[in-house]
């Protein structure tokens, strides 16, 4: 195993074992964890055999993540219980709070104890966007529309995927779920002013940052009363709003740089910069290996003195 710590960038790899180029990249010092997605998983003895070959390639570990919500967003199958969408914990909350809550925490547990069994360290959940039933590609991901029924369904997932040893990260900061456009494809706009957006879609972000959240992701989303840049590219909103005003001290990931959303920055490189200028501790770059190849050969990093320590809140208590 080779000592190196940990550096700011999660990549993906393209199939179900490591090849040589894999291992090339991830053995890069600005590297610090890998996402997997559906291709990279066949079978439970499979996965087990992928994560323990990351898990060996470098002291400390990569992190290893997967974005395993339930309902649409859910990248293991087969061998896997099914989470239903999360909307339909928020449809139960309406007549049984307390009954949608415990729900809440099994799935939670579920969720920590399946992926853990396989060498994952976390999932990017919980989605803490609320449902203003105007963006599909939130849709069912999220909760509730009632940012009080998001933060109590939301804190008690949390508190189950801790129990099962792993950490969580909300998503997308400050709330994706009032605009209609899809970030993967375009860079959404939000009018709204800040007052607004602090008596609502910020509520269940404070909440859960008050019961300790470990990691935070923003969205590729322009709030043009409060910055011109997308949150994730945002002093304004991560350093300014997120730390200091709010308290968090945990890890921030940004969303994926090779979404249509993050174009506001120009290419990867600029992306990265922007991203840990504006307060991002690590980078997600998927489904684009050039640009992967682009980033490690070119981009030069400032060194993080937190990064070593908010990373390691995120590894799975083994």
Same mark, same amino acid.
């Given at each position: 195993?080779?000592?190196?710590?940990?550096?700011?960038?999660? %990549?993906? +790899?393209?199939?179900?074992?490591?090849?040589?180029?894999?291992?090339?990249?991830?053995?890069?010092?600005?590297?610090?964890?890998? +996402?997997?997605?559906?291709?990279?998983?066949?079978?439970?003895?499979?996965?087990?055999?992928?994560?323990?070959?990351?898990?060996?390639?470098?002291?400390?570990?990569?992190? +290893?993540?997967?974005?395993?919500?339930?309902?649409?967003?859910?990248?293991?199958?087969?061998?896997?219980?099914?989470? /239903?969408?999360?909307?339909?914990?928020?449809?139960?909350?309406?007549?049984?709070?307390?009954?949608?809550?415990?729900?809440?925490?099994?799935?939670?547990?579920?969720?920590?104890?399946?992926?853990?069994?396989?060498?994952?360290?976390?999932?990017?959940?919980?989605?803490?966007?609320?449902?203003?039933?105007?963006?599909?590609?939130?849709?069912?991901?999220?909760?509730?529309?009632?940012?009080?029924?998001?933060?109590? %369904? #939301?804190?008690?997932?949390?508190?189950?995927?801790?129990?099962?040893?792993?950490?969580?990260?909300?998503?997308?900061?400050?709330?994706?779920?009032?605009?209609? #456009?899809?970030?993967?494809?375009?860079?959404?706009?939000?009018?709204?002013?800040?007052?607004?957006?602090?008596?609502?879609?910020?509520?269940?972000?404070?909440?859960?940052?008050?019961?300790? %959240?470990?990691?935070?992701?923003?969205?590729?989303?322009?709030? /043009?009363?409060?910055?011109?840049?997308?949150?994730?590219?945002?002093?304004?909103?991560?350093?300014?709003?997120?730390?200091?005003?709010?308290?968090?001290?945990?890890?921030?990931?940004?969303?994926? %740089?090779? !979404?249509?959303?993050?174009?506001?920055?120009?290419?990867?490189?600029?992306?990265?910069?922007?991203?840990?200028?504006?307060?991002?501790? !690590?980078?997600?770059?998927?489904?684009?290996?050039?640009?992967?190849?682009?980033?490690?050969?070119?981009? &030069?990093?400032?060194?993080?003195?937190?990064? !070593?320590?908010?990373?390691?809140?995120? &590894?799975?208590?083994?």
């Amino acid at each position: 195993m080779t000592p190196l710590p940990r550096g700011p960038v999660m %990549l993906d +790899i393209a199939g179900t074992e490591l090849t040589a180029e894999d291992r090339e990249r991830l053995l890069h010092p600005s590297v610090g964890g890998i +996402i997997l997605f559906a291709r990279n998983y066949a079978s439970l003895r499979q996965l087990a055999a992928l994560t323990g070959a990351i898990l060996a390639l470098r002291d400390p570990p990569l992190l +290893i993540a997967v974005d395993h919500e339930g309902g649409r967003v859910q990248r293991f199958r087969d061998g896997f219980t099914e989470i /239903p969408p999360m909307r339909t914990l928020g449809q139960r909350w309406d007549h049984d709070a307390p009954g949608a809550t415990d729900e809440a925490e099994r799935r939670g547990r579920t969720i920590a104890s399946e992926l853990a069994a396989q060498g994952v360290d976390f999932s990017f959940t919980p989605v803490l966007d609320l449902d203003h039933g105007q963006s599909w590609v939130i849709g069912d991901r999220a909760f509730h529309r009632n940012p009080v029924a998001v933060a109590e %369904l #939301a804190g008690a997932l949390c508190r189950g995927l801790r129990a099962g040893g792993m950490a969580a990260v909300g998503k997308h900061f400050p709330g994706h779920g009032f605009v209609t #456009a899809d970030s993967h494809t375009e860079t959404p706009v939000d009018d709204r002013a800040l007052a607004l957006l602090e008596n609502d879609d910020l509520l269940p972000f404070r909440a859960l940052i008050g019961d300790g %959240l470990e990691g935070i992701m923003p969205g590729h989303v322009v709030y /043009p009363a409060i910055d011109p840049r997308p949150a994730g590219f945002s002093d304004v909103w991560l350093r300014t709003i997120l730390r200091e005003r709010m308290g968090f001290d945990g890890m921030i990931f940004s969303d994926d %740089l090779s !979404m249509a959303g993050a174009g506001f920055a120009g290419d990867v490189i600029t992306r990265a910069d922007a991203a840990l200028t504006a307060g991002c501790d !690590m980078v997600l770059v998927c489904n684009d290996a050039p640009a992967a190849d682009m980033l490690l050969s070119r981009w &030069q990093p400032a060194p993080s003195r937190d990064l !070593m320590r908010r990373t390691a809140r995120m &590894q799975r208590r083994r």
